[in-house]
Nanobody
Framework: QAQLVESGGGLVQAGGSLRLSCAAS????????MAWFRQAPGKEREFVAA????????YYADSVKGRSTISRDNAKNTVYLQMNSLKPEDTAVYYC???????????????WGQGTQVTVSS
């Protein structure tokens, strides 16, 4: 059974940094585009970043471009999201996703993690 487990969330002051991790099991991450999404209270889940199977191509939402870096280590079955210069509006539950079935930035991924909370204080 495919499973994604996120970690690395927490409380950080504005301007700070966090690195989120997503450990995959029961699937072959090297064969799947991997992505991060986030959902703030009262808002819809939105795309944050994605990385191609080989890690050479990355995609970012405009809201995080230049402040975040997505990467993957296929040997460790893990995807990372390094977030810098965090803002209060980055506060959300961050979800890892795999098994892409449609456009990279859409919600059409077949496997989702349980999410990790990121809270940025002003």
């Amino acid at each position: 059974q495919a499973q994604l487990v996120e970690s690395g969330g927490g409380l950080v002051q504005a301007g700070g940094s966090l690195r989120l991790s997503c450990a995959a099991s029961g699937l072959t991450p090297s064969r799947s585009v991997m992505a991060w999404f986030r959902q703030a209270p009262g808002k819809e889940r939105e795309f944050v970043a994605a990385v191609s199977t080989g890690g050479r191509t990355t995609y970012y939402a405009d809201s995080v471009k230049g402040r975040s870096t997505i990467s993957r280590d296929n040997a460790k079955n893990t995807v990372y999201l390094q977030m810098n210069s965090l803002k209060p509006e980055d506060t959300a539950v961050y979800y890892c996703a795999a098994d892409l079935r449609g456009p990279v930035t859409s919600l059409t991924y077949g496997t989702w993690g349980q999410g990790t909370q990121v809270t940025v204080s002003s």
